[in-house]
């Protein structure tokens, strides 16, 4: 799970877009729905562009086998997470925690949507719960 920029504030900043979870409570409940669902959540986040290259390119050696990826502010700028993703190759969900299209125009274009499966956008912290049970069934139905 890679959080971008400012997404160690969430449950402090602008509740009105982003809810009262903070990160480290929806941390656990991922943890604990992978768990459940017998896999292993790697969380991690950062507000340097370039600390989630290097996060990213680690998952080329380290088992990873599916990302969820909300890049903050990055969903709008960034090229180098951007090529990140596309050179590891992994399958991945983006997720938004407010919806991106109701908000300014500058947000309503994404880097990533279109190498990701899917994206989830609007449904506050749940969106992450739902991308958890779509990688899921992703990963039951494409490895073996």
């Known amino acids: 799970m890679l959080n971008g920029p400012n997404l160690n504030l969430l449950g402090e900043r602008e509740p009105e877009f982003y809810g009262h ?13 992978a768990n459940t669902l017998g896999h292993t959540l790697a969380p991690f986040q950062s507000n340097h562009e370039g ?6 390119q680690q998952t080329r050696k380290d088992g990873t086998a599916f ?11 960034s090229v180098a997470l951007r090529d990140a993703l596309a050179a ?4 991945f969900i983006e997720i938004h925690v407010s919806n991106i299209l109701a908000r300014e125009t ?3 274009h994404s880097y990533f949507s279109d190498l990701a499966l899917g994206t ?3 449904l506050g912290t749940q969106g992450y719960e739902l991308a958890l049970l779509a990688a899921d069934r ?3 139905t494409h490895t073996h």
């Open 67 to 77: 990302l969820l990826v909300n890049p903050g502010g990055y969903t709008h700028s």
């Open 120 to 122: 989830i956008t609007g």
């Open 88 to 91: 590891v190759k992994l399958p």
């Open 51 to 56: 600390a989630l290259v290097d996060r990213v």
């Open 106 to 108: 500058f947000r309503h």
């Open 21 to 33: 979870d903070s990160l480290p409570e929806l941390e656990r409940r991922l943890q604990n729905q």
């Open 138 to 140: 992703w990963l039951r």
